[in-house]
């Protein structure tokens, strides 16, 4: 009996980024293939080859990928696979490395693992670099706060 590991799409800074994100990547990376049919995602146009080692290395575009995409990803036929699948997406608090993840987020069903409690700050700099659109900022917001997080990202935009 063939017994199907779970797909797992795993969305995250890879070494060599500056970032302990990617770090932790590294550090879990030899039992997370062991234990699941990995698939490493990333934006960046660089990452460490040894990587490649664990796993196929896709990259991909934050703000154009779909889940078919993922399904798809290093099917020989072409055809998803017969297991279940899952998308992991790692978000820390460093606008470089998170910003796209975050938009991604909003489009694409995943696992978010969040590594840093407070990332107020993260969205801020993406917005200020326009990463990240200030309006789905203010949507989530009241979505998740009501009316006084809608307050909150008013007043912290005036600066207060």
């Known amino acids: 009996m063939t017994v199907l590991k779970p797909r797992v ?6 070494p060599h980024a500056q970032t302990d994100i990617a ?6 990376l030899p039992e997370l293939a062991a234990e699941t049919d990995l698939v490493l995602w990333t934006d960046a146009n660089h990452w460490d080859r040894e990587l490649h080692d664990f796993a196929p290395v896709r990259r991909l575009d934050p703000d154009r990928v779909m889940p078919r995409d993922f399904a798809l990803a290093g099917r020989p036929d072409g055809k998803p696979g017969q297991g279940p699948e899952a998308v992991f997406v790692n ?19 995943a696992v978010i693992v969040l590594h840093d409690m407070a990332i107020q700050e993260m969205c801020h700099d993406a917005m200020d ?3 990240l659109p200030r309006g789905l900022y203010e949507t ?20 207060r």
Not at 9 to 14: A, D, F, G, Q, T
Not at 23 to 28: G, K
């Open 23 to 28: 770090h932790y990547t590294r550090r879990i």
């Open 129 to 131: 670099r326009d990463l």
């Open 91 to 109: 978000i820390g608090n460093a606008w470089p490395f998170h910003a796209g993840y975050l938009r991604m987020v909003q489009r694409i069903p």
């Open 9 to 14: 799409h795993w969305v995250s800074p890879l």
């Open 140 to 159: 989530l917001m009241a979505r998740w706060h009501g009316q006084k997080g809608r307050d909150a990202v008013h007043a912290t935009w005036k600066g």
